[in-house]
Nanobody, 116 residues
Framework: QVQLVESGGGVVQAGGSLRLSCAAS????????MGWYRQVPGKRRELVAS???????NYADSVKGRFTISRDNAKNTVYLQMNSLKPEDTAVYYC??????????WGQGTRVTVSS
């Protein structure tokens, strides 16, 4: 089972930026599509960005043009650069497979708080 460790969250003012990182154990990382998800209390976890093993990306409409997902297969790490942050981006962010149907065990996530 792959272990996932997210980091980089924090408190930022609206309009600011943060860069999240997710370190994954296991050699299968490089052949997997990876994704960043977020969850707020009382709501379902949603996929906000994904990246294939070849580097193709996809974004939820709510973050398109503001967030950028990238990966470093040599480091088994996936990143989420978040710019022009909005209060509605406040959530706990998680990484996992890009296909949400059969995820690995979830990590602890990293909390992002955007103040207005």
């Amino acid at each position: 089972q792959v272990q996932l460790v997210e980091s980089g969250g924090g408190v930022v003012q609206a309009g600011g930026s943060l860069r999240l990182s997710c370190a994954a154990s296991g050699s299968i990382f490089s052949i997997r599509s990876m994704g960043w998800y977020r969850q707020v209390p009382g709501k379902r976890r949603e996929l906000v960005a994904s990246i294939t093993s070849g580097g193709s990306t996809n974004y939820a409409d709510s973050v398109k043009g503001r967030f950028t997902i990238s990966r470093d297969n040599a480091k088994n790490t996936v990143y989420l650069q978040m710019n022009s942050l909005k209060p509605e981006d406040t959530a706990v962010y998680y990484c996992n497979k890009g296909d949400p149907r059969n995820p690995w065990n979830w990590g602890q996530g990293t909390r992002v708080t955007v103040s207005s």
